[in-house]
């Protein structure tokens, strides 16, 4: 059985990530074999529309298959990490700019490089069950494939909400989903049968309809306030203050994340605005990520979290204050030749 089914139905392209098993995380072929038919079906008059899910209802897309970066990354290779890196960073980009409708329909989890292939897109769909979050500062990486343009955008909606959202991994659901990473609600009982529509004809038109309400809806504004700080560790000194469960659960996450992904992803924010381009991200995210297995915690995050699973991982710098300018500097410095470009 394919991990990934491509074809086309009617004028719709229709990929349906298929290793619901695995919470059907994004293998480095899967990424391919998407920007392949992106492209193909970006010049093809036959196809209208492009319709993107996943099977099983746990969930759309968990993230990327890790397993292959963390073997290759701890034998000293560093190559394969960055070459997907590189490819999957283009297809995310190539969901954005896409000439033709992209929908998705994100159930359960979306998470990390589930949001580079689900939220990027002109109609994304989020259901009753949908959680959609970026958890990568908790493993050494900064939240990437694209979502820190998505998390600039809700601090330019609300300062502060993004990088809330950004450098905890905190989960949003249902209609707190629909801020950054989803657009539009509809009921999971009616997927299918909208899914038929879709491809029968592509000209439907989606009837918005209001999303469960999420319990956390109304301290969003207390949120955004802590995280609207000059640096994480204030934002930490912040939380501190607040003896609310949310706020107490925002602490626990900064004091759990690697303090240099922290802080680049804080920069990273700090450097785009609400009309940064996804390229504009992409760019940044991928100078992090390039340097991140020979340079940064990411492998060490993943040995402590996936591998050996003991939570308790020996970061860089054992405090938020202890990343210095210069540090977070030369992690996103330009990389000359290496630089991530758009133009294959």
């Not at 298929?18 to 990424?31: E, G």
């Not at 405090?319 to 630089?339: H, K």
Request: proline share 4%; with cysteine; hydrophobic share 40%.
């Amino acid at each position: 059985m394919s991990d990934i089914d491509i074809r086309i139905e009617n004028k719709t392209g229709h990929i349906t990530l298929n290793r619901p098993k695995a919470l059907n995380a994004l293998t480095y072929d899967m990424c391919l074999a998407i920007d392949r038919a992106l492209i193909d079906w970006a010049g093809d008059s036959g196809v209208k529309q492009v319709l993107i899910d996943a099977k099983g209802g746990k969930a759309f897309c968990a993230g990327g298959d890790i397993a292959e970066l963390y073997r290759t990354g701890t034998e000293g290779d560093y190559a394969y990490g960055r070459q997907f890196w590189r490819d999957e960073y283009r297809m995310n980009a190539r969901i954005a700019n896409h000439p033709k409708p992209v929908i998705s329909f994100l159930q359960g989890f979306t998470m990390g490089g589930g949001v580079g292939v689900g939220c990027h897109g002109s109609t994304r769909i989020v259901g009753e069950t949908s959680q959609i979050s970026m958890p990568e500062c908790g493993i050494g990486l900064v939240p990437d494939v694209g979502g820190s343009q998505l998390l600039a955008q809700m601090n330019g909606l609300r300062p502060g909400l993004g990088t809330w959202v950004g450098l905890t991994g905190h989960r949003l659901q249902s209609s707190d989903a629909i801020l950054g990473f989803g657009a539009v609600f509809q009921p999971e009982v009616t997927w299918e049968a909208l899914k038929t529509q879709m491809i029968a004809d592509s000209a439907v038109q989606l009837v918005e309809l209001d999303a469960p309400h999420a319990p956390i809806s109304e301290h969003l504004d207390e949120m955004a306030r802590h995280f609207n700080q000059v640096t994480p560790a204030a934002m930490l000194d912040s939380l501190e203050g607040d003896s609310s469960d949310l706020a107490q659960a925002a602490a626990k996450a900064l004091r759990r994340a690697s303090p240099l992904a922290v802080a680049c992803h804080h920069e990273i924010l700090r450097r785009l605005d609400f009309d940064s381009t996804i390229e504009d991200a992409l760019k940044l995210e991928y100078r992090f990520t390039w340097r991140a297995m020979e340079h940064g915690d990411f492998l060490e995050g993943i040995r402590a979290q996936i591998i050996d699973k003991d939570r308790n991982p020996k970061w860089k710098h054992s405090s938020l204050d202890d990343v210095t300018d210069d540090e977070v500097e030369d992690m996103l410095a330009p990389l000359g030749e290496d630089d991530l470009t758009f133009d294959a």
